[in-house]
Nanobody
Framework: QVQLVESGGGLVQAGGSLRLSCAAS????????MGWFRQAPGKEREFVSG????????YYADSVKGRFTISRDNGENSVYLQMNSLKPEDTAIYFC??????????????????WGQGTQVTVSS
């Protein structure tokens, strides 16, 4: 079983950058596809980015394309989200998630079996 712990959130001004990390425990991390989701107050949790188990394919929500980059290091049991050109509308709790078997695509919440506790990202204008 994999457990996930996010870190790297914080307060940043618009236009700034943050790098989120998700550390996974367990020896089977490399067999999981990974994703980042976010949830703003009063809104549903939404897909941000996903990466296949090998790291050779990545996916992004339209709202973050060109600004965010997902990556993973299977040797370090970690997945990262580099966030550049941050906007106030990026403010949310960001969650790391793991999918053992993906059927219909990394953008769907139901594909993910495991979730972290989340890390707060606040972007001031």
């Amino acid at each position: 079983q994999v457990q996930l712990v996010e870190s790297g959130g914080g307060l940043v001004q618009a236009g700034g950058s943050l790098r989120l990390s998700c550390a996974a425990s367990g020896r089977t991390f490399s067999s999981y596809a990974m994703g980042w989701f976010r949830q703003a107050p009063g809104k549903e949790r939404e897909f941000v980015s996903g990466i296949t188990w090998s790291g050779n394919l990545t996916y992004y929500a339209d709202s973050v394309k060109g600004r965010f980059t997902i990556s993973r290091d299977n040797g370090e049991n970690s997945v990262y989200l580099q966030m550049n050109s941050l906007k106030p509308e990026d403010t949310a709790i960001y969650f790391c998630a793991a999918a053992r078997k993906v059927i219909n695509g990394l953008g769907r919440r139901y594909e993910y079996d495991l979730w972290g506790q989340g890390t707060q990202v606040t972007v001031s204008s």
